[in-house]
């Protein structure tokens, strides 16, 4: 069975923290990706990456970076997190091609007082 | 602005009912057209998916209708259940690796 993870469910950190988020899939997929999930918005791309330590930017990458420096692993970082950086974080996966079916991970709630 | 727009927002529905959201998109590239199931505390997955070269694809209870001329594709859920209820999200993928997504549709199945 297909499998992403991401290392936390929840958390909560302070304005200005240094924030990591951590995505690992199972299946050896090429492509991964890092979303937020807001209300009335939907999906947005903040990054994807397509191999080892490439990557591009999505919708909105202002705030955010992105480390991909293992096939399996995919990590977002807040440099110095805003409260407007409160939101779900979800990471998906998939094959080369791209258009095929995306798997996503459970998220990762983050709260940021 | 969004690219994908999908409606409604939220939606009732009882047991055995029909549930029908809509999506709608400008962007004539757009190549494949998945629809994805969201449970509380769980992240998307997909539902099914329809190429824009067909009219209608249906798998079980489920069936996505597509419109090419108006842009438009919509999911019908047959025989709505309570087990149904769910977020839907709607998404049209532009070229390899871009995807776009609708804001999402919270489905709510009353016994």
């Known amino acids: 069975d297909v499998k992403v993870t991401q290392s936390s469910r929840y958390l909560v950190k302070r304005t200005g923290e240094k924030v990591f988020l951590e995505c690992v899939q199972d299946?050896?997929?090429?492509?991964m990706f890092w979303y937020r999930q807001d209300p009335g918005l939907g999906l947005r791309l903040i990054y994807f990456s397509y191999d080892v330590k490439m990557k591009e930017k999505g919708d909105i990458p202002e705030g955010y970076s992105v480390s991909r420096e293992k096939k399996e692993r995919f990590s977002l970082i807040l440099e110095s997190a805003s409260t407007n950086q409160t939101s779900m974080y979800l990471c998906a996966s998939n094959v080369p091609g791209g258009q095929e079916t995306q798997y996503f991970g459970p998220g990762t709630r983050l709260l940021v007082l | 602005q969004q690219q994908v727009k999908q409606s409604p927002q939220s939606l009732i529905v009882q047991k055995g009912g029909i549930s029908i959201i809509n999506c709608a998109y400008e962007?004539?590239?757009?190549?494949?057209f998945p629809w994805y199931q969201q449970f509380p505390g769980k992240g998307p997955a997909l539902l099914i998916a329809?190429?824009?070269?067909?009219s209608e694809k249906k798998e079980g209870r489920f069936t996505i209708s597509f419109n090419k001329s108006a842009k438009q594709f919509s999911l019908h859920i047959m025989d709505s259940q309570p087990g149904d209820s769910a977020t839907y999200f709607c998404a049209a993928s532009l070229r390899p690796n871009q995807f776009y997504f609708g804001t999402g549709t919270s489905l709510t199945v009353i016994p």
């Open positions: 329809i190429r824009p070269d067909v």
């Open positions: 299946m050896d997929h090429e492509n």
């Open positions: 962007n004539t590239a757009f190549d494949y």
